[in-house]
């Protein structure tokens, strides 16, 4: 999963050089440069190239809100091949305890029968178990 940045410590009433941007929001200089390839708008006429700080805060929030996925619903996991959110195959689950407390909830997807694994704690474990036929295994 791509890396976070902040806008945090970006002002957007003034321009900041390549370098000055990068340090600030923790990426290197190399990342914001291809970020131009995904849309944030950089001043390259001139040296040193530098980026609008209103353009590169509206840039990072737009990357962030698509990060952002939807949540899942009780007794949904997320396949990772069609990568949209579903109850699995047949309502069947398993279930491998990796600590205590939590633990990694395998199932099919009913599509394209890849598997689907959730991260999961004891708590909505039993949320789950609701509706999904879940099997205990061992570690
Ligand atoms: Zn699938």
């Known amino acids: 999963m791509a890396k976070r940045f902040s806008?945090?410590?970006?002002?957007?009433?003034?321009?900041?050089?390549?370098?000055e941007a990068a340090q600030?929001?923790?990426?290197?200089?190399q990342t914001l440069r291809k970020w131009e390839n995904e849309g944030l708008k950089l001043l390259m006429s001139r040296r040193p190239h530098l980026v609008?700080?209103?353009?590169?805060v509206v840039f990072?929030?737009?990357?962030?809100?698509?990060?952002?996925?939807?949540?899942?619903?009780?007794?949904?996991?997320?396949?990772?091949g069609c990568g949209v959110s579903k109850k699995p195959l047949g309502l069947m689950a398993d279930y491998v305890p990796i600590t205590p407390s939590r633990g990694r909830?395998?199932?099919?997807?009913?599509d394209c029968e890849s598997t689907c694994s959730l991260f999961i704690g004891q708590a909505k474990l039993a949320l789950y178990a609701n509706i999904l036929?879940?099997?205990?295994?061992?570690r």
């Not at 806008?7 to 370098?19: L, M, Q």
């Not at 600030?24 to 200089?29: D, E, M, Y």
């Not at 609008?52 to 590169?56: Q, T, V």
């Not at 909830?105 to 009913?110: G, I, R, S, V, Y």
Request: hydrophobic content about 40%; proline content about 4%; some cysteine.
């Open 105 to 110: 909830l395998a199932a099919l997807c009913a």
């Open 60 to 80: 990072l929030q737009a990357r962030e809100a698509k990060r952002k996925r939807p949540k899942l619903e009780i007794g949904q996991v997320r396949c990772f």
């Open 7 to 19: 806008a945090r410590g970006i002002s957007k009433h003034r321009s900041y050089t390549i370098e």
């Open 133 to 138: 036929d879940i099997a205990h295994r061992k």
């Open 52 to 56: 609008n700080g209103a353009d590169l």
């Open 24 to 29: 600030i929001i923790g990426a290197c200089p």
